[in-house]
Structures are given as C-alpha cells and as structure tokens.
C-alpha cells in the first residue's frame, strides 16, 4: 500500500493506494492568511499538523504500518524561508501572493531571456521574486536565510529530514533551466539567492530519504519508509490521469485551474504566459496555463450568499439565459494568459431583478471562459488533443464540465479518482519507486465515468464575448 500526501492550498489530502486503486482518502482543511492586500501567507506548521491529523483519520480505515512508500504533492511556487537550523524564518508566502510586482520587472531588466530560461516570464507568484522583495523590505529576515524550500518539501522535511525537491516542483521557482533541468545561476544571482540556498532536486520517484524515527512517532508511519520527491500539484495531477506522454492533458479545478499539455520536448511560449515546466518524470516537459482562481470563486460567492459550493451550482443550474451578470473571478489577480497581478474581480450587468441564482451562474460560467481564454493561449496544441480529463474538486460539477467543454469545444471526460487527483499521482510515484508500477505504467489512464461533448451554444458565447470586453475595459495591462 503506498500513500500519497497532497499540501494544497485550502486542506492537505491524503491517499493511500495499491498499485492501482484508491483504497482509503482524508483531508483537512487548512486556512490563509492576508496581512495586507495582495497577501497570501501560510505558516508551514500547519501544513504538518494537518499532515498529522489526516494520517490519523486514515488510521481509521487502514492500518498506517502496511504503507510501503510515501510520495509527496503540493501547492507550487510558494517560498519557504529556514534558518541555518531549518527552523521557518516567517510564514511562507504562496503562488497567490501578488506582492512582489517591481521584482519582476527587476528580473526581466536584468535576465532578459527569462522567458526562455525559466519557461515563463516573470510573476509575483512564483518563488524567485518573493527573495528579491524580502531583501528589499524584510532585511532582517533576509539576513537569516539559509534555505529556500517549496511547500510540499518542508513536510518532505519533517517526514524525513532532508532538503530536497523534484524537477517539476523546481520548475515552479524560476531559478530552473528547464531546458538543462539544473539551477540556472544568473537566475539565482538576479534575485540575490545563493545555489547552496536551494534544495538538491531528484525525479519525482527517486527516493530521497525515509521517515525518521521522530516522523514516525508523530504520524504513526513505521521509520525507515522510503519518502519519494513525489513534484508540484500539476505534475502529480498529471500521473494520476496518465498525463506524462504527448497527446494527453487535462484540466485541474483547485483553488487555482490548470489546463496542462504533456510532451517531450521543452516547447517555451512565454509571451501568452503559457508555462513551459519540467515534468516530475525524466525526459519529459509540458506546457501549462496556470489560472489563479480556479474554482475557488465558487466558494468566494458561497461565503458572502452563506451557501456552500454545492448549494451555488445547485442555483445556478437552475437559471440561464440574457439576464445573467457578466462576472470577472480575478480576486488575486491572473496568471494565464493576461499576466495581470492588478486587476480584481467584478460584477457588471446587475439590475434591480438580478437574482442569487443569476449571480452563482455568473460565476460559474466565469470559470469557464477562464478555459476558454487559457485554451486559446495555446494555439494549435490544444486542437490536437482527442480530450481533457478534468481533476480537483470543483470536476464535480456538471454544469461546470458541461460549460468548459462548450467554450473550449473539446470533450471534457471525469475519471476516476477525479477530486484525489495529485494525492493519487504522489501515491502512484510512490509505488514506482518500490518496484510496482514502472514509468510506462503511470502513463496508463484510468477509467472514464463521464463525458461531456461540446454542445453549440449561442447565448454562452455571446456573453464570452462581454467578458473578455470587460476584461480589456477595466485592465490597465498596456
């Protein structure tokens, strides 16, 4: 049996798998903190008390003794800060953390192949800028830095005492040469980062530690388990569905959204902001658009409606038509494919008779057209793709589904294992290294259990339409 542990965001999942199945799941959820606007701030320790008290809800359903291998997943870009004693300097500030703006500016003035090197062009939410803005404004912790790790590499960390990450969780940071898949040392010296700051990096299924007799005491896992680099949550998304050869991808609705490409070769498109990134398997890349709402605007509206993200698709199933708003979901800012970290999110169109139901559909179908602007980033890529298989919790909805596969007229399919996506492809990693499942085995798909064809819809598009005019209304992108 081997285990998977996803550091998402919103609550650290748990899966534990044979070599093919899900056999038990749990999670709990976790908060975030905003200091000041733009912020985005988590204190590691909560990522492993969560670990720990999801490993014992599983211990509920199974027995902890009999996993064989752990493999790790995670939010990416985050920057962790330790100390010379691998103590957490500050909270650690995460991918939707807007404010390291000027930094990126600075990066582009001083390596202007960036785009090139790192496979992206400079944005606040990823790792490297983070350094060059805590330089500039917290000097004092600055000062203490020893060590820079990802999030899902500190409870790495805590499970087996070692600093260390994959190829696709590095890819995340910036200081990677995506093309050599090494750390890029102009790229490290342009944010003021010294190499020997950042973790040694491994394939996500080489082992890189076990768990240390502490870990064992405080999870219940038996020491001297093998720990795998498992990689960032895309990439582990990826393995779950088989997405580590070309002509698959597929779709992630988390907090943040996904429209993920799998190929051989690296294939940089840094000025639509589609992500050129090292896969956590050797030899392989894929392209990605990184949206930083995702789903998560669901929930947004469900909290000021007091509804839960099911009672909001739920209403909003229950309308369409000319009288819904037009709803932009930047509530951070956006990645893929405007670049914007300024823009903020909107309602426009509301009348007087403008009703709950009409608001969550407007909300909904923003998310959708956020696919459809992604999908168009891409070009000619996407066309050549049968399908996308959709992963993460919002993949649950159909109406949602139904709607992404509209606006970007391609199938969209649910698997599976859908909602444990990256914990299940961290597991899965995990059962490579013990010798159950070789790297051709993680390119095998799961089984479908829905389908969404594309189906004409006239009024939808229409109002794609309106939202990306709103969108060029409102932006202040030149």
């Known amino acids: 049996m081997y285990l998977g542990i996803d550091i998402g965001t919103s609550a650290v999942k748990l899966v534990c798998a044979d070599a093919g199945r899900i056999l038990a799941t749990s999670s709990v959820g976790i908060g975030t903190s905003s200091p000041q606007p733009g912020w985005s701030e988590q204190n590691p320790e909560i990522w492993w008390q969560a670990t720990r008290d999801a490993l014992g809800l599983l211990a509920g359903e199974i027995s902890l003794s ?37 930094e990126c500016d600075d990066i582009r003035a001083a390596q202007p192949q960036v785009g090139h090197i790192a496979g992206v062009l400079p944005l606040p939410g990823f790792t490297a800028p983070k350094i060059a803005w805590l330089k500039r404004h917290e000097p004092h912790n600055y ?43 102009g790229m490290a010296e342009a944010t003021d980062v010294a190499v020997d700051w950042l973790p040694q990096m491994f394939d996500g299924h ?22 795998v680099a498992g990689g960032g949550d895309a990439a582990t998304g990826a393995v779950s569905l088989g997405a580590t050869e070309p002509g698959r991808g597929f779709i992630s609705l988390g907090t943040s959204g996904q429209l993920f490409v799998a190929d051989r070769k690296y294939k940089p498109n840094p000025e639509r902001y589609v992500h050129a990134f090292a896969h ?53 800012g956006e990645r893929s494919p405007l670049g914007d970290p300024h823009i ?7 009348e007087d008779a403008t009703t709950r139901a009409e608001i969550c559909r407007s909300v909904v179908e923003a998310i959708a057209f956020c696919f459809a602007d992604a999908a168009q980033s891409f070009g000619d890529t996407i066309g050549s793709l049968p399908e996308l298989a959709a992963i993460g919790g919002g993949s649950r909805s159909d109406l949602l589904l139904g709607l992404i596969s509209a606006v970007t007229e391609k199938p969209i399919v649910r698997s599976v294992g859908a ?4 914990a299940y492809g961290a597991a899965r990693l995990a059962a490579c290294a013990d010798g159950a499942l070789t790297i051709a085995d993680l390119a095998e798909q799961p089984a479908t259990t829905d389908r969404f064809e594309p189906v004409e819809m006239y009024a939808l598009f229409e109002r794609l339409g309106r939202f990306r005019r709103l969108y060029t209304a409102v932006s202040t992108v030149d």
């Open 419 to 422: 909602e444990s996506g990256p």
């Open 344 to 350: 903020r999110a909107c309602f426009f169109g509301l």
């Open 66 to 102: 009999d996993v064989k291998a752990v493999g790790l997943s995670g939010q990416m870009h985050g920057a962790v800060l330790l100390d010379r004693d691998q103590c957490p300097i500050r909270p650690a500030i995460l991918w939707n953390d807007s404010r390291a703006v000027r």
């Open 143 to 185: 000062a203490r830095l020893s060590h820079i790790l990802l999030p899902k590499d500190y409870v790495g960390l805590r499970l087996h005492g070692e600093l260390a990450t994959d190829t696709s969780d590095a890819a995340g940071t910036m200081w990677l040469d995506q093309a050599s898949r090494r750390w890029h040392t």
């Open 280 to 332: 956590t398997l050797p030899d392989r890349w894929y392209q990605m658009a990184a949206m930083l709402n995702g789903a998560r605007p669901i929930s947004w509206i469900g909290d000021q409606l007091g509804l839960s993200a099911a009672e909001v698709v739920g209403l909003a199933e229950t309308v369409s038509g000319d009288r819904v708003p037009i709803f932009l979901p930047y509530l951070t």
């Open 206 to 227: 080489n082992v890189v530690g076990t768990v240390t007799v502490r870990a064992a005491a405080e999870t219940g896992l038996n020491s001297g388990v093998p720990v």
